[in-house]
């Protein structure tokens, strides 16, 4: 099963997207930790899209795509913007108590990300910067 | 979000609903509140918020050393499991202060 949702690049989408995605995985009946895990790394990743590689500009679009074969869920998110979203250095680590120490506020999306799903990858397709997970619904 | 104090010292942040990057930034606005300096304690209840992104828990983050260098406790209570497993994945369970209760966050 597929689905296909285009996301205009502002952070109040955010919700669509999360709704999207929940309703989409109803069909696999996973348990409501699970959904709640695949719907917050989709969210992590979009929203850095949006903020970060598009600059919240609402007339900027993404393509998530969902396909659930059996148990495997396979995410894409496509970015048409310039930047190159590439993870460069690799699964980002987190160091928790210097985190809580200096206040920080942002580093902890894409830590996420590589947390709750089995897989994560981003690569160039057409110039353009495609992120992949996927996960096992089990 | 709604704000109740039990005391003049005690201040109770009750969240709702989806606490995203878009809705993230009316959290920065209540945590930056001046008053909350004053207080011991500042309880967090999630009984009625159904997700937090890392948005939501960076705000957190990024109040807590001013709060707690003023001396104010932040202890979280209510979490549904869903959103405590997020905090149990960056490891947050182990440094925050988390309750079950209300009661269990009061004495703490």
């Known amino acids: 099963m597929t689905s296909r949702l285009r ?3 502002s952070c109040h989408n955010l919700q669509q997207v999360r709704d999207f995605v929940r309703h989409f995985l109803l069909v696999a009946s996973p348990s409501e930790r699970l ?3 695949v719907v917050l790394a989709i969210d992590e990743v979009v929203a850095n899209f949006i903020i970060h590689s598009n600059g919240e500009n609402a007339d900027h679009f993404l393509d998530l795509s969902l396909a659930l074969q059996d148990t495997r869920l396979d995410v894409e998110i496509e970015d048409y913007s310039a930047t190159n979203f590439t993870l460069a250095g690799g699964t980002p680590t987190l160091d928790m108590p210097a985190h ?3 206040g920080q506020r942002g ?3 894409l830590v996420l990300v590589s947390r709750l ?4 990858a981003y690569f160039e397709r057409n110039a353009h910067t ?3 997970l996927s996960k096992t619904l089990s | 979000m709604k704000i109740t104090s039990h005391t003049t010292t005690i201040v109770t942040l009750a969240l709702e609903g989806e606490l995203d990057a878009s809705s993230a930034i009316k959290l920065d606005a209540e945590l930056a509140q001046p008053a909350l300096l004053t207080c011991d304690k500042v309880l967090v209840n999630f009984q009625q918020l159904s997700y937090i992104s890392s948005a939501g828990i960076g705000m957190f983050l990024s109040h807590l050393p001013r709060l707690q260098g003023a001396g104010v406790k932040v202890v979280f209570f209510n979490l549904p499991e869903k959103i405590l497993n997020v905090f149990e994945i960056l490891g947050l369970d182990a440094l925050l202060h988390l309750a079950v209760t209300e009661q269990d966050a009061l004495v703490r």
Do not use: A
Not at chain 1, 117 to 120: E, L, N, S, T
């Open chain 1, 35 to 37: 959904v709640n895990q």
């Open chain 1, 117 to 120: 799903m089995d897989q994560v």
């Open chain 1, 7 to 9: 996301v205009y690049c």
């Open chain 1, 107 to 109: 580093g902890l999306g």
């Open chain 1, 100 to 102: 809580l120490r200096q």
């Open chain 1, 130 to 132: 495609v992120c992949h």
